[in-house]
């Protein structure tokens, strides 16, 4: 929980979740403190990886779903993202073992995740995620697909 974190710990992992350019960083400080369970991979000492489980207002989802053009009043509110992984650690696992830790925690409860990775996509799937909906512009204007479980 982001409560159990050091400042050290939280800036560390906010600093790690904008170098992957998917996020604003205004109320980024806020909305991780928001989530359920922050995910950390370190490697002799050193951060290379980090993923969370976040907390959604239930309105912020419903939009998103809007998007992607999913109609339901079943809306999950916990969200898989935060991923990041420094490059020259890409292609090791480590966002695979940050994000099945993560899941292992939350067993049963309904979770969602957008992405346009087709890695992730994969992971997903193989995690018993399924695609819903239409592809959807995210705000930086690439093409996301929707995913719940």
Sequence with gaps: MPSDCTKRELEDFRRMVL????????GLEARIGNCKVLGYYYVDNELVGVSAI????????????????IKGDDI?????????????FRKQG??????????RLIKEEKIYATTNSETIRRYLVDNG??????????QFNETLDYFER
């Design 19 to 26: 170098a992957g350019e998917q996020v604003t960083a205004n």
């Design 129 to 138: 995620f399924k695609k819903l909906g239409h592809p959807f512009k995210g």
């Design 54 to 69: 976040k907390q959604k207002d239930k309105e912020i989802v419903k939009l998103t779903r809007e998007k992607a053009r």
């Design 76 to 88: 999950p509110t916990l969200e898989l993202g935060y991923s990041y992984t420094k490059p020259k």
């Design 94 to 103: 480590i966002n695979k073992k940050l994000n099945d830790g993560l899941l």
